[in-house]
């Protein structure tokens, strides 16, 4: 079992700036890829970021790439997401995720149904 919290959201004028952090419970971080999520209001949940157990590995929606980093210290049990160059269109709650690749180290996952635990989320509001 792994608990996921998510940490780091808020209100941020277009341009601006966020760090997203997501603390793991457990002592196996590294055999998890780990991903980010969002949901924007009336909207699905779309895949926003991933990266793979050892961290190696990393991939992006097309609309963050250079704008959002994703990165995660497995001695700390944490993943973040940098949020640069902020959007009205990126508000929405964000996710984090983990999805078991046991060894396979260099593995992610950009697809929900991979993910099998979730954090509660964290508001992201972009004002113009």
């Known amino acids: 079992q792994v608990q996921l919290v998510e940490s780091g959201g808020g209100l941020v004028q277009a341009g601006g700036s966020l760090r997203l952090s997501c603390a793991a419970s457990g002592r196996t971080f590294s055999s998890y890829a780990m991903g980010w999520f969002r949901r924007a209001p009336g909207k699905e949940r779309e895949f926003v970021a991933a990266i793979s157990g050892n961290g190696g590995s990393s991939y992006y929606q097309e609309s963050v790439k250079g704008r959002f980093t994703i990165s995660r210290d497995n001695a700390k049990n944490t993943v973040f997401l940098q949020m640069n160059s902020l959007k009205p269109e990126d508000t929405a709650v964000y996710y984090c995720?983990?999805?078991?690749?046991?060894?396979?180290?260099?593995?992610?996952?950009?697809?929900?149904?991979?993910?099998?635990?979730w954090g509660q989320g964290t508001q992201v509001t972009v004002s113009s």
């Open positions: 995720a983990a999805g078991w690749t046991s060894s396979r180290g260099s593995y992610y996952y950009t697809e929900g149904h991979q993910y099998v635990y």
